[in-house]
């Protein structure tokens, strides 16, 4: 079955430092998703990406976060200058078209900043 | 806005038992309903969803239902199994390009 990978698992950075997290969603899918989980807490909606263009994107995701699919496979988040708050499991997701068509996640980065 | 509210935070169960999780939504115009199983160290992975034309929907040993004049839907897993550990999600979605927003979780505990 197809998945949603996201590479690193794992990213340690220092405060103030760029970081780029990314994805690669399924094939065929159409809308691309991030969002954020800190620890023991609910998932996060970041932002939502159609047609190479943000659609929608919450209060956190902020001019310090961008998002981008540079190619026709990848999907990109970039934080601009990390802070300690910015530490949390980030998750990929993407959805075929078709309304109510489920989001797929992917098994998150584990950002961490120092 | 959205607001998803989810109940309990902790359940622990027997093996066997069943359990039952609720969530109360704000939003009207909410019109699909996803339950996410979270294991550690894993993205949240649907195990069952609703839309607003149905009040219940069964797989197996998972069922949904949903009221949507009360605003609220749940989950039940019968015939627990220990392997059904995990942070269990409901969600709610709207609109066109269909973000969902995800209730606070539930940590479901099924003792062997």
């Known amino acids: 079955e197809p998945e949603v990978t996201q590479t690193p698992s794992h990213q340690v950075t220092q405060m103030g430092q760029e970081v780029i997290l990314r994805c690669v969603p399924i094939?065929?899918?159409?809308?691309f998703y991030w969002y954020r989980q800190i620890l023991g807490q609910k998932v996060e909606f970041l932002v939502s990406f159609y047609n190479n263009e943000i659609s929608e994107k919450s209060e956190i995701f902020d001019d310090q976060f961008s998002v981008e699919r540079p190619d026709g496979s990848n999907f990109t988040l970039k934080i601009r200058s990390t802070k300690l708050e910015d530490s949390a499991m980030y998750f990929c997701?993407?959805?075929?078209?078709?309304?109510?068509?489920?989001?797929?996640f992917g098994n998150g980065t584990r950002l961490t900043v120092t | 806005g959205e607001n998803v509210e989810q109940h309990p935070s902790t359940l622990s169960v027997q093996e066997g038992d069943s359990a039952v999780i609720k969530c109360t939504y704000s939003?009207?115009?909410?019109?699909?309903f996803p339950w996410y199983k979270q294991e550690l160290g894993k993205g949240p992975q649907l195990i069952i969803d609703i839309r607003s034309n149905v009040g219940e929907k069964k797989d197996q040993r998972i069922a949904v239902t949903l009221n949507k004049t009360a605003k609220h839907f749940s989950l039940h897993i019968t015939e627990t199994q220990p392997e059904d550990s995990a942070v269990y999600f409901c969600?709610?979605?709207?609109?066109?390009?269909?973000?969902?927003?995800f209730g606070t979780g539930t940590k479901l505990q099924v003792i062997p």
């Open positions: 969600a709610e979605g709207s609109g066109g390009y269909q973000k969902v927003t």
């Open positions: 997701a993407s959805r075929r078209q078709g309304i109510n068509s489920p989001l797929h």
């Open positions: 939003d009207s115009a909410s019109n699909y």
């Open positions: 094939s065929n899918h159409l809308y």
